[in-house]
């Protein structure tokens, strides 16, 4: 299957810090990526839903001046957590997808994760 | 009402136990449905896409009830190792847009 990377794995920070996830398609080229958080025992959260070239869509309740995504190519999307606080700690997950002909959706192909601790 | 729902389980079975997961969504309009995987503290992996004819691999079975607007995951002869939870996919097509279940937590014991 395609692979998606995210980079870092894991971070940690000072609050009111910024921090950068990445997420990058490493075989094919995504047309849409999308943004997760998950806390602890919780399900997958869809924070945003991100197509090159274009603005990022958010979901409702997510603030899109904190989380800032940028999707510069179509393997790459990277995701700011502005002014980090305490409550913004979290499992961050990034997927990609592809748009297949007749306007179907591949399978998202899902990142191995960023984990999130604001001190 | 919520696009996906699953029953968050969990389903604690004995090995070698067949278990049954299904998933009810909303919109008549979805085209693409999956199961995903997801074990603790670890991105979702995809099971298997469901297809209208129903679909199997190894031991898991995949059905989709277009009529009832339901898919379901059969599986049999439980390991240890599947023990996880299990996502509920479904896509809008067009709409490019995924829509997921809660999950449905699998303990399999010995």
Same mark, same amino acid.
């Given at each position: ?15 009111? %810090? ?9 075989? @094919? +080229?995504?047309? %849409?990526?999308?943004?997760?958080? +998950? ?8 924070? *945003? ?17 904190? @989380? ?15 002014? *980090? ?10 997927? *990609?997808? *592809?748009?297949?002909?007749?306007? @179907? ?15 | 009402?919520?696009?996906?729902? &699953? !029953?968050?389980?969990?389903?604690? #079975? ?13 919109? $008549? ?8 995987? &997801? !074990? ?22 995949? &059905?989709?009830?277009?009529? $009832? &607007?339901?898919? $379901?995951?059969?599986?049999? !002869? ?10 509920? #996919? #479904? ?20």
């Amino acid at each position: 299957g395609a692979v998606v990377s995210q980079h870092p794995s894991r971070v940690i920070c000072k609050s009111g %810090t910024s921090v950068k996830i990445e997420c990058r398609s490493l075989d @094919f +080229q995504a047309t %849409t990526m999308f943004w997760y958080r +998950q806390f602890p025992k919780q399900s997958l959260m869809l924070m *945003a839903t991100s197509n090159e070239g274009s603005k990022a869509t958010y979901e409702q309740g997510v603030e899109k001046d904190k @989380f800032l995504i940028n999707h510069a190519s179509l393997t790459l999307s990277t995701l700011t957590v502005t002014s *980090a606080h305490p409550e913004d700690s979290s499992f961050y997950i990034c997927s *990609a997808t *592809a748009e297949l002909a007749g306007g @179907f959706y591949n399978e998202q192909f899902f990142g191995p994760g960023t984990r999130l601790t604001v001190l | 009402r919520k696009e996906v729902e &699953q !029953d968050p389980g969990p389903f604690n #079975v004995p090995e070698g136990a067949t278990v049954a997961f299904n998933c009810t969504y909303s919109n $008549s309009a979805s085209q693409s449905f999956f199961w995903y995987r &997801q !074990d603790c503290r670890k991105e979702p992996k995809l099971l298997m896409s469901v297809y209208s004819s129903g679909n199997e691999d190894g031991r898991f079975t995949a &059905q989709l009830n277009r009529a $009832s &607007q339901y898919i $379901s995951l059969l599986i049999r !002869d439980s390991k240890l190792s599947d023990s996880a939870t299990y996502l509920c #996919v #479904v896509n809008l097509g067009n709409f490019n847009k995924f829509y997921f279940g809660s999950g449905t937590k699998l303990n399999v014991k010995p």
